[in-house]
């Protein structure tokens, strides 16, 4: 099984970045996909970003060019470099994993708050 835990959270201001971490623990060698999800009051979540193995990735319109996703195998971590932060990314930020059909395990989330 596989545990996800995010850290990295916080409030900013318009503009400014912030860095999200996802610690995995568990046979994480078996989830070939793994991603940032968000989800805003009031709306369902979204799918921010993935990647896969062999590094392909995916990103919404909405922050492409602004956001980056890694991922460091040996180190287990996910992350989500976001910049040019915009008061529309608010929201909480969960980190996924999955084998690649659909997510089978889920973070608990991590609040990020962008200040106008």
């Known amino acids: 099984q596989v545990q996800l835990v995010e850290s990295g959270g916080g409030l900013v201001q318009a503009g400014g970045s912030l860095k999200l971490s996802c610690a995995a623990s568990g046979n994480t060698f078996t989830m070939n996909v793994m991603g940032w999800y968000r989800q805003a009051p009031g709306k369902q979540r979204e799918l921010v970003a993935t990647i896969r193995r062999g590094n392909f990735t995916n990103y919404a319109d909405s922050v492409k060019g602004r956001f980056t996703i890694s991922r460091d195998y040996a180190k287990k971590t996910l992350y989500l470099q976001m910049n040019s932060l915009k008061p529309e990314d608010t929201a909480v930020y969960y980190c996924?994993?999955?084998?690649?059909?659909?997510?089978?395990?889920w973070g608990q989330g991590t609040q990020v708050t962008v200040s106008a």
């Open positions: 996924s994993a999955g084998l690649g059909f659909r997510v089978d395990y």
